[in-house]
Structure formats: C-alpha cells, structure tokens
C-alpha cells in the first residue's frame, strides 16, 4: 500500500537555500516539505518477510516503529533508544541475518524541531540477497544515538564521519574522534546550519575564490 502522508514540516521557495543567487528562471518555484509515513503491509515477499519476523522477534523494541516501503526498499525507523537491540538481532536472527553494515550517513533537518539530525544505516544480508535500512533520529540539543560498533565493526570509520561532518555523538564507540576534518576543526562541516566559507585556490594562470567570496548574479 503508499505510505501515508505525514505533516509538512517545512515550506520553501525557489532552488536555493538561503539568498537568490538563481539566473535559471525557477525561482519561483513553492514546495512542501513532508517525510512518507507509515506504509502498511503487504510490500512484496521479501520484506513481508522481514516486517513479520522483526515484529515477531522485536515485539517491544518495534512497538509503533514506521516501515516504509518506497521504490522496492524497506525503510525502519527505529527509536534510537532500542538501536543496539534491534541491530544485533538483525545480525544474528536466522531469519533476518543482515551480515553487513554497508555504510553509516546522517542527514540534517533543521526544520524538523525536535528529530532535526537523522543517522541511516544501510544492512546487506548476503544470505537472503536482501537490503534493508534503519533509520533513528534526534534533536539537535541532544545528539547523540547508541554506537553499533560492537555488532558491526565495519561501522566504525562510518560513525566517526557522522560525528565529523554531522556532531552526532555514538555513544558506546571506541575511539569517536575526527576522520576526514583536522582535530581542532570547529563545527560540523555538512549540518545545513553551519556557514559557507573555504579558501582560495589557485591554479596556474587562474585563481578561484573561496564560495563566500564568489560573484552572484541576483
């Protein structure tokens, strides 16, 4: 069945985040901002699979969790609180047996108040040739979200460029400290609070300035 429709969070104008920098003509341009909702079963035999055994083996930990079936992919949103459990299980059940952690990303909403920061992880079952994805959130005042380390080690570089580009804190990893940013970098690089700036480059016979400093046409 589609997902539901949960409510706009969010409206915005133009092809552009803040500023009119725009010469291509759709910068009127109006759009809602809203999330799929709950979709209800059945999805197809692959993951009404996965819905009826996580349900049955995760009564308490799902309890009101949102699957939603999109393009032929299942989503779980998860209650961060419950993350550790319900990767574990996903791992070791039988049934479900998601081997592989294939990447961990967050995502920033800030319109979203109170579940403003998102972290996805992507799990690959080589047993049953099946993907599925876990979603938990949580608010910017309080970004932090069980490290799934312990049951996956391949996703401990993922969590640590999380908290380098997003300041989400995995509580629980062994070793939380920047990857991709210097260690004294201030601030969360690809949250969509923090500011435009860089450096200039030069190249030979040109030199490109920094984003802040580049001309606009508005």
């Known amino acids: 069945?589609?997902?539901?429709?949960?409510?706009?969070?969010?409206?915005?104008?133009?092809?552009?985040?803040?500023g009119s920098g725009d010469t291509s003509g759709y910068g009127g341009i109006e759009r809602e901002l809203a999330f799929p909702g709950q979709t209800q079963p059945p999805f197809n035999d692959t993951f009404d699979a996965v819905h009826g055994r996580a349900l049955e083996v995760l009564p308490e930990e799902l309890k009101g969790a949102r699957f939603l079936f999109d393009r032929g992919e299942l989503t779980i949103y998860v209650p961060r609180e419950h993350l550790a459990t319900v990767a574990k299980t996903f791992r070791d059940d039988a049934h479900l047996r998601f081997e592989v952690c294939v990447s961990v990303n967050g995502v920033h909403y800030p319109q979203e108040t109170g579940a403003e920061l998102h972290v996805v992880y992507h799990l690959l079952s080589y047993t049953h040739n099946r993907r599925v994805r876990l979603e938990v959130t949580c608010p910017d005042d309080d970004a932090r979200v069980p490290s799934?380390?312990?049951?996956?080690?391949?996703?401990?570089y993922h969590e640590r460029e999380t908290w380098?580009?997003?300041g989400v804190i995995f509580d629980g990893h062994p070793s939380l400290t920047r990857i991709l940013m210097p260690d004294d970098w201030k601030g969360h690089p690809q949250r969509k609070d923090y500011p435009l700036g860089g450096v200039d480059v030069e190249y030979k016979g040109a030199k490109v300035p920094a984003p802040d400093n580049r001309r606009t046409y508005s």
């Open 148 to 156: 799934v380390v312990a049951t996956y080690p391949m996703a401990d």
């Open 1 to 18: 069945m589609p997902a539901e429709t949960t409510p706009v969070f969010a409206r915005k104008s133009g092809m552009w985040s803040r």
């Open 164 to 166: 380098d580009m997003f």
